[in-house]
């Protein structure tokens, strides 16, 4: 019992459980002081909110206005999180990779391996992300898993995060370096792609999340 709640701690630390009194505090200041990030979240959640409620019954604006804003905040605060977990994850990887090494499904990631013809592994901004890579990296032969990841615009935090992920056994990508991306799938490795990620077309307009693939569809075409 003692070694199933430890796991069941370590799943939720993966797909992100509640979040600590000062993740909560310091996500709802961050939120009230963003406003055109503010605004941006709350725009995009009611595109995911839609127009009608479960069962079909129209979802008036005001509702779903409403409930963008309260999803947003969530959405901040569990960033945060997430940020304050990254620092901790030296203290947290060793509790990881002891109770994911016998998880389901890790025979179809061998299966990519084996194949020797490279695979893209996709996710979303949900849960501890940077968790989640460092238990398939640690699952992995060493140098066999990348992630594309979009270069932070201070390069000393930069060097830092990178830094930090390589030492587990992510090695990042550029999310526009496509011809790194088909280098990594001919070499027969994985790569990992967070397909919710914002990007913006040639002329700065922001596009549709499904085009956020577009990258990676490109590398997996040419690949083969």
Request: charged share 20%.
């Amino acid at each position: 019992m003692r070694r199933q709640a430890a796991k069941a701690r370590s799943i939720r630390a993966i797909a992100g459980g509640p979040a600590s009194p000062l993740a909560a505090l310091v996500g709802t200041l961050v939120y009230l002081a963003l406003p055109t990030k503010r605004a941006s979240m709350q725009d995009n959640l009611e595109v995911v909110l839609g127009r009608y409620a479960p069962g079909g019954r129209p979802l008036p604006s005001r509702r779903r206005r409403a409930a963008a804003r309260r999803l947003a905040r969530r959405q901040m605060v569990a960033y945060v999180q997430t940020l304050i977990d990254f620092f901790r994850l030296p203290t947290m990887l060793p509790q990881i990779y002891r109770d994911t090494a016998d998880t389901p499904g890790w025979e179809h990631v061998d299966a990519a391996l084996a194949s020797g013809r490279g695979a893209v592994f996709a996710t979303i901004h949900f849960g501890h992300w940077d968790l989640a890579g460092a238990a398939v990296a640690n699952h992995c032969p060493p140098g066999s898993v990348y992630a594309v990841a979009e270069p932070f615009e201070n390069p000393r935090l930069d060097r830092m995060v990178t830094a930090r992920r390589t030492a587990y056994g992510i090695r990042p990508v550029p999310m526009d370096n496509v011809r790194q991306m088909v280098r990594v799938l001919r070499e027969g490795k994985l790569l990992g792609l967070l397909v919710d990620r914002p990007v913006e077309d040639g002329d700065g307009v922001p596009a549709t999340c499904a085009s956020v693939l577009t990258a990676a569809s490109r590398a997996r075409s040419w690949h083969r």
